[in-house]
């Protein structure tokens, strides 16, 4: 439970960086998730475009549009009483151009609710993430495995190539980002940015050296059949139980047992 309920701020994260306090993030793509997370004292929900495979049921996160994550970063920040929402730039929404990223962030200040964007990418993404923040919308950047760039990476890949992660990560900080996703790079490479980078790291399979952590929330459910990434606590089966619910379900109305007296009108 949150020992403070006044909303979270991007000046929260700064402030827990300094303290060494840990910042706990999960995905939320629906008003009565993101409800309940933020009652159970979540600091910030990210509406990821993991929204595809989360989700939509797709392979890669490339085919989420701009329009679907307004329609749903709107229903989560509606949901949020005390945690701060950020909400990411889908595929080819900001890397055209840098105005194209200014108006598809501020549509999603403006249309959502959402108090941040997400950006991926480092020294490639640097530019455009000055632009954004110049406009007055707080970025959050991502860097190491960057799903959109699942095709030129050649699938989901632990990156390892510390120099070049390293500087992505500088690149997001001095571009004006407040924080800064690490996906899936070895934890003694998170934990010496972690100490490099003035902004807090919000690490997903990047070890315990981070300033912070995120999963997705489907995958700390038990909500997605066959995946299992390494790095994701099942916290719960949530899946199972679904479907030894319905089964029920099923066996009830076929038997006769269902709908009873008392769930019935006279
Ligand atoms: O889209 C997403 O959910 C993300 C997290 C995995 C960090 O970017």
């Known amino acids: 439970m949150p020992t403070d309920d006044r909303p979270v701020s991007v000046l929260d994260f700064d402030a827990w960086k300094k303290q060494g306090r840990k910042i706990t993030t999960l995905t939320a793509y629906d008003f009565p998730t993101a409800r309940w997370l933020d009652d159970a004292g979540v600091d910030c929900l990210l509406v990821g475009d993991s929204l595809g495979t989360a989700v939509q049921g797709r392979d890669t996160t490339l085919g989420v ?7 749903h970063a709107e229903m989560v920040a509606r949901a ?41 990418g480092g020294v ?20 190491g495995l960057t799903p959109q760039s699942v095709r030129k990476f050649g699938g989901f890949k632990v990156q390892r190539q510390a120099d070049a992660i390293r500087a992505d990560a500088m690149a997001v900080a001095e571009a004006g980002a407040f924080a800064v996703v690490l996906e899936c790079v070895p934890a003694s490479l998170a934990a010496t940015i972690t100490a490099e980078v003035p902004i807090p790291t919000i690490g997903i399979g990047a070890g315990a050296g981070c300033d912070g ?25 949530l899946g199972e139980a679904i479907k030894q619910a319905a089964g029920r379900y099923v066996a009830d109305v076929r038997s006769g047992d269902f709908p009873g007296e008392s769930e019935s009108f006279r």
Do not use: W
Not at 65 to 71: H, N, S
């Open 124 to 143: 490639r993404t640097a530019a455009a993430i000055r632009a954004v923040v110049d406009a007055q919308i707080p970025v959050m950047g991502h860097v």
């Open 80 to 120: 949020a009483r005390r945690a701060f929402v950020v909400c990411d730039l889908p595929f080819l929404s900001y890397q055209a151009s840098r105005p194209q990223a200014i108006r598809n962030a501020g549509r999603i200040l403006k249309e959502t609710g959402a108090k941040a964007v997400k950006l991926e």
């Open 65 to 71: 549009t701009l329009d679907q994550m307004v329609y």
């Open 213 to 237: 952590q995120v999963l997705v929330i489907q995958d700390m459910l038990g909500l997605l059949e066959g995946f299992r990434p390494r790095f994701a606590r099942r916290y719960v089966e």
